[in-house]
Each structure stands twice: as structure tokens, then as C-alpha cells.
């Protein structure tokens, strides 16, 4: 089946400063990403579409400047939390969406367990 | 999306069938049932979908009422492994609309 991946799969990092996140599809092409965060005991939450070469849609609530969303290539999409604080603390995911065959089925990356102190 | 119904938790012995239920009630008609489950601190993990008819494969087996309006996810020899938390979505199949996790069903598992 198709694989996307995420780096890293954990980090930990201080106030103020900023973590980006990467998610790639490893087999297969994806036009569309999407990112997802999760609290404790929570659902998983959209934060954002990410389309190859245009700009994000932001579910509303979600701070656009806060969240830089990256869609360079068809495999890769980052994910920049600007000066992170510890609410920003979560677990977030990503899923991408298949090109071919038509099947447009998303597939979830393993997530991204981010603390900050 | 429609939204869906599910219960908070269950639980189920190992070795025995564990029947997850679901209401889709305002489904409409080109839209399928899917089923994702959740397993501690790992990215959702795909497990079958469907329209109208039961589906199987090699994960559970889907179980749709004629009406549509709910349907019953079965896994049909629990493990422990099986523990997670499991979520039904309805939309529509083969398109690029975003998915939108409700609050699942906390399934545990008994040794």
C-alpha cells in the first residue's frame, strides 16, 4: 500500500523557537495534503489542506502566520510551527492524498509528537 | 461529510468477534461508509469501506443496513493488538473532500 512518512517522529524544543515538519508520500505522487492535530484523549483535528504549488487552506481557527504549510513537490509538504509554545504541544499528522489511478484515497502519515518547553 | 454516531468505548474478550456500531443516518446517496482505527500514538490506519453491500477483507468485515443509515464494523477474532480507537466517517468515495474524525469508539480488548 502507499507509505507516507514524517520526519521527525518526535521533537522537543524550547519557547520561541520554530519546528518545521516534513511529510512525504514515498511511493506514490499526492496533489494534496492535509495536517491534522491531536491532544490528549482528543479526535484528530484539520488544520489545513495543502495543494502542490498554491497556497494552504486554513480551517477556521487556525492561525495561518503561526502555521507555515509548504507544498513544494508532489511528494513533500512541511509544516513550520513559528514560535512554538506549550500549547502548541500535540501530536501531528498527515495524510496525503493518491494522484493515480484515480483512487484519490488518503493515506496517514505515522505523526509527529511535538513538546514544548 | 454527514456525521456520524458512535459510542465512547467498548471492550471485548480475546479470541471474540468485536462489533463496532456506527449512525450515518443523514448519509446520502453517493456517499460511502469508511472505517479508520487509531492504535496509541501512530497515524490513523485504513480498514475497509463501503455503499450498500458488506464488504470483508482481510482486516473486518463492514455490515450496512439496507436503509444505510448505520452500519456495524466487525473484527471478527479480537486481539490485543486490536486495541485502538476506532472511527467511522461517511463521504464521498473517490473525491478530494477532507476527512473529518469524529470522536470514535475506544474499543479495548480482554485477555
Known amino acids: 500500500g502507499a507509505v507516507v512518512s514524517q520526519h521527525p517522529s518526535w521533537v522537543i524544543c524550547k519557547s520561541g523557537t520554530s519546528v518545521k515538519i516534513e511529510c512525504r508520500s514515498l511511493?506514490?505522487?499526492?496533489?494534496?495534503m492535509f495536517w491534522y492535530r491531536q491532544f490528549p484523549k482528543q479526535s484528530l483535528m484539520l488544520m489545513a489542506t495543502?495543494?502542490?504549488?498554491?497556497?494552504?487552506?486554513?480551517e477556521q481557527g487556525v492561525e495561518k502566520d503561526k502555521f507555515l504549510i509548504n507544498h513544494a513537490s508532489l511528494t513533500l509538504s512541511t509544516l513550520t510551527v513559528t514560535s512554538a509554545h506549550p500549547e502548541d504541544s500535540s501530536f501531528y499528522i498527515c495524510?496525503?492524498?493518491?494522484?493515480?489511478?484515480?483512487?484519490?484515497?488518503?493515506?496517514f502519515g505515522p505523526g509527529t509528537r511535538l513538546t514544548v518547553l | 461529510d454527514a456525521k456520524t454516531t458512535q459510542p465512547p468505548s467498548m471492550d471485548c474478550a480475546e479470541g471474540r468477534a468485536a462489533n463496532l456500531p456506527c449512525n450515518h443516518s443523514?448519509?446520502?446517496?453517493?456517499?460511502?461508509v469508511y472505517w479508520y482505527r487509531q492504535i496509541h500514538s501512530q497515524g490513523p490506519q485504513y480498514i475497509i469501506h463501503?455503499?450498500?453491500n458488506n464488504e470483508t477483507n482481510e482486516m473486518a468485515s463492514l455490515i450496512i443496513t439496507e436503509d444505510r443509515k448505520s452500519s456495524t464494523l466487525i473484527l471478527p477474532h479480537a486481539t490485543l493488538r486490536d486495541t485502538a480507537v476506532y472511527y467511522c466517517?461517511?463521504?464521498?468515495?473517490?473525491?478530494?473532500?477532507?476527512?473529518?474524525f469524529g470522536s470514535g469508539t475506544r474499543l479495548s480488548i480482554r485477555p
Open positions: 495524510s496525503a492524498r493518491a494522484l493515480a489511478g484515480g483512487s484519490n484515497e488518503q493515506f
Open positions: 511511493d506514490f505522487q499526492a496533489t494534496t
Open positions: 495543502s495543494n502542490e504549488g498554491s497556497k494552504a487552506t486554513y
Open positions: 443523514t448519509i446520502s446517496g453517493n456517499e460511502y
Open positions: 463501503g455503499l450498500k
Open positions: 466517517i461517511v463521504r464521498v468515495a473517490f473525491s478530494a473532500s477532507k476527512i473529518i
